[in-house]
């Protein structure tokens, strides 16, 4: 039934026709075992056509089909393997022309093909033509794969003469591979073995379907295939299509040089570039694989993935010619790919070829163009290439990574004092750092006074240079803060510069020097004594560290922490009010982990949330195969020493994420090679174990239970006993740091004489009661029963007056809480009334 049906289609009068009935009649067996599978009715007579409808039709067909399915799997795979050439052929050919209406069979059938083109040979030209009509007319991308990957294995078999004749097919079935969306998984190796056969045929062929049709960053490379098709135009454009890799090999950049200087190619490369940075992805005015579908949706990416590696290409062969604003291009392409935002998706790997160009490109900005990328670009596998780039470019200058990223840090071309001035008509515009966190823009008329508002003069007379002041101050307010976050993190390091060095990259330079003049630094003299100070004590200074409370006798640290106070500095970061965190007993003799943040309860989305945003590395807590552990990785001593922070769930029966986790051990392991290995406590340099812990203890500060002064209304749950043991618990090294402030800040105070601290609390008299704040939850006991005293801080409050040496929302919130119980008499909240005055 089915053969018959074949063998009528198969007289088209084309020439062909001899070739399709032979192959019909030989494997006549194949299509007699899958015609049931097609006409049901041959599987039982009760599965006619006419019977679809009855209720028992649809179950009835299932079991039949399956049933079926088997003995034709059996047959096929105890035929196949021995069969002559000549009918592995027709097994082929008949099964592609059954496929044409019953397109199925392709995927059913799929690893029967793929054995059976493998083992065949010997094939004809009229065999080879017949397979490519077949291939040319499938018109699912998911299903042609597996017809084409045959069609073209009996073409690749054929002399040159014989290939020349099917090039009219070669070049249908090339347009209808261009036309559909193959699996990417399949895509590149069809297309490379497709067009390699054009490519025999005639090398000024550009295929159907390398170049994007509508995408304006491939505009260029259009206007060159029409306008000028060249053989070594044709060259060109399929050797930036061959790019698979995010970094090419020297002998490609080779070839691509090589190349365009022989396709007299200039500009076109810089031209594509600019477009994949800055122009819009073309619109749906075509097949939909121009995008791609989710929910029945077109989405449209900066690049469709079947133009992924000619748009790698075009990165490096852009980056190869050089020319000016390449880096700049190559910075906002790695940005616009490598970060998620609302208009288009991630492209990763287009992301990962920019950033590896701009490690590889001469021009002198491209250095600068990565330090930037390294501030703003958040996925992990970004950032290692990123790490890898900065390697490779500071390997080519001889100096570290470290080096070189503080090398590349932005001018902006601020003066010294960190300050940019340009004149508007008769105003003054200033971009000035005024401290280590502050960037601001005025404008100062004729009259001499200041003034944070454009005046009308500027905004109307000035559009364009008021933009330009405006980007200045964003580009310095954005450099100012990732030099504070990386100078914060040399904390973990015992890097040592030389006194010239440090004056270049740190003293001296404007937003560098906006942090460093802020902290308090070491400097060895020619004896090899240090000395800490907070101004460049000059002279005989040769060598400069960053000082570490760590490191500093106790006398030392008290001092310091006075003279902040005093003079009320307010550091880039927490410095001389840094926690410290030594090795306990208990750790010393426990060896390789910590137990000193276990047994919390935390807010989960919060604890993974803060995970982000310090830079440390967490798997996901879920109900999935392995969600059950936790582990949270953080990277401290120059990427040297990595500590990993343990939690569980703290519950059961969730849907996607735990609500409470429980906080677990800390270890740490030391880098070997490319390799991780545990390393004991007390091998961990104490910088390193001190900023390690003092994350650990934010995390837990910040997220557990404790914190939350309404957890006592939930009543009697499972963590009650918990709360109310954390709440009052013993002091960490963060809420000691907090007690040490307090000392120096409260006898400045209106309410000093109402305030005294006793061990763990802030005991405040007021008017009706006597209150005890704990200094590490901030929660409020009430003398003399110890009642609880429920005080939520409003939101949006503003910033307290009262200068404190450091950022600490808990030690303002024990600050506001003070001051509010210190004069409880004038408390008019009747919530805290109700609980003051039962």
């Given amino acids: 039934m089915l053969y018959d049906t074949l063998a009528a289609e198969a007289r088209a009068g084309d020439g062909l026709d001899d070739v399709r009935l032979a192959a019909l009649a030989e494997a006549r067996w194949a299509l007699d075992l899958v015609a049931p599978l097609v006409f049901p009715e041959l599987l039982d007579p009760r599965l006619a056509p006419g019977r679809a409808n009855e209720p028992w039709h649809s179950g009835l067909l299932d079991r039949r089909r399956e049933k079926r399915r088997t003995v034709v799997r059996t047959e096929f795979e105890k035929r196949l393997p021995s069969c002559p050439d000549a009918e592995g052929r027709a097994f082929l050919v008949a099964m592609l022309l059954a496929a044409r209406t019953h397109d199925w069979l392709l995927w059913q059938y799929a690893s ?5 083109s493998a083992r065949a040979g010997g094939w004809s030209r009229g065999e080879a033509a017949v397979l490519l009509d077949c291939a040319a007319s499938v018109s699912d991308g998911g299903r042609l794969p597996e017809a084409l990957a045959v069609a073209l294995s009996a073409a690749e078999s054929l002399d040159e003469e014989g290939l020349r004749e099917l090039e009219p097919r070669l070049r249908r079935t090339a347009a209808v591979f261009a036309r559909l969306d193959v699996p990417a998984g399949y895509r590149p190796s069809l297309a490379k073995r497709l067009w390699a056969l054009l490519e025999t045929l005639d090398e000024a062929y550009v295929p159907d379907g390398l170049l994007p049709v509508h995408d304006t960053w491939a505009a260029p490379l259009r206007g060159l295939t029409r306008t000028a098709p060249t053989v070594a135009v044709a060259r060109f454009v399929r050797h930036l299509a061959g790019l698979s890799a995010p970094r090419p090999s020297q002998k490609w950049r080779r070839a691509c040089v090589s190349l365009a200087g022989a396709a007299g190619v200039r500009d076109e490369g810089a031209q594509c570039l600019r477009g994949l940075a800055e122009d819009e992805p073309a619109g749906h005015r075509g097949p939909v694989h121009h995008g791609f579908v989710h929910h ?13 590696d000619l748009a790698r290409g075009v990165v490096w062969a852009a980056t190869l010619a050089g020319g000016p604003g390449t880096a700049a291009r190559l910075e906002t392409l790695a940005l616009r790919a490598g970060t998620s935002g609302a208009r288009l998706p991630e492209d990763l790997k287009l992301a990962g070829a920019a950033i590896n160009a701009l490690a590889a490109a001469e021009d002198a900005g491209a250095l600068e163009s990565l330090w930037r990328l390294r501030a703003k670009i958040k996925d992990r596998a970004l950032r290692k290439q990123l790490g890898t780039a900065l390697q490779a470019a500071a390997g080519r200058r001889g100096i570290t990574p470290a080096q070189l990223v503080e090398r590349t840090v932005p001018a902006h071309g601020l003066a010294p004092d960190g300050s940019a001035e340009a004149t508007l008509g008769e105003h003054t515009a200033r971009v000035a750092i005024e401290d280590a966190a502050t960037v601001r823009l005025t404008f100062t008329g004729p009259d001499g006074r200041p003034s944070r508002t454009a005046p009308a003069p500027v905004k109307d ?40 060095e440090w004056c270049e990259h740190y003293r001296d330079h404007p937003v560098s020097g906006a942090v460093a003049r802020g902290l308090i630094w070491e400097f060895q003299d020619g004896r090899g004594d240090w000395r800490a100070s907070l101004a460049d004590p000059g002279g005989e200074a040769v060598q400069v560290r960053l000082w570490h409370p760590v490191r500093a006798a106790a006398g030392d640290v008290r001092a310091w922490r006075e003279r902040v106070a005093a003079d009320r500095i307010r550091q880039p970061f927490k410095q001389a009010f840094r926690e410290i965190y030594l090795l306990t007993p208990a750790e010393e003799e426990t060896g390789t982990y910590s137990d000193r943040f276990a047994a919390h309860i935390v807010r989960y989305p919060q604890l993974y949330a803060l995970f982000k945003e310090r830079g440390w590395q967490a798997d996901f807590l879920s109900g999935h195969d392995g969600g059950y552990s936790g582990e949270a990785r953080g990277l401290f001593g120059g990427g040297e020493w990595r500590a990993s922070f343990h939690h569980d769930p703290a519950e059961e029966g969730f849907d996607h994420a735990p609500e409470h986790a429980a906080t677990d051990q800390v270890r740490f392991e030391r880098k070997n090679g490319a390799r991780w290995r545990e390393a004991p406590l007390a091998d961990v340099p104490p910088p390193v174990f001190s900023e390690a812990m003092r994350d650990v203890d934010l995390f837990v500060a910040v997220t557990s239970i404790a914190a939350d002064p309404r957890w006592a209304d939930r009543g009697e749950d499972r963590h009650a006993a918990y709360w109310r043991e954390a709440t009052v618990g013993a002091l960490t090294a963060t809420a000691e740091v907090r007690r040490a402030a307090l000392e120096r800040i409260l006898p400045r105070t209106k309410i000093a004489d109402r305030c005294r601290l006793d061990g763990r609390y802030l005991v405040v008299r007021g008017g009706l009661r006597t209150y005890r704040i704990h200094l590490g939850s901030a929660n409020v006991l009430m003398e003399p029963d110890d009642s609880y005293l429920c005080i939520v801080q409003a939101r949006g409050r503003g910033r307290s007056a009262l200068f404190l040496p450091f950022e600490d929302e808990r030690l303002s919130l024990i600050l506001s809480k003070a001051f509010l119980l210190a004069a409880d008499h004038e408390i008019t909240d009747p919530a805290i009334l109700r609980q003051i005055s039962p």
């Fill in 296 to 308: 029945g949706l077109v989405h449209h990416g900066l690049v469709h993935q079947d133009h992924a």
């Fill in 461 to 500: 007379g000035f559009p364009g240079e008021l933009k330009e002041l405006k980007a200045l101050a964003k580009d310095v307010r954005g450099t100012l803060s990732s030099e504070r976050a990386r100078i914060a993190g040399l904390m973990s390091q015992d890097r040592v510069w030389t006194y010239g």
């Fill in 112 to 116: 029967h093909l793929r054995r059976a």
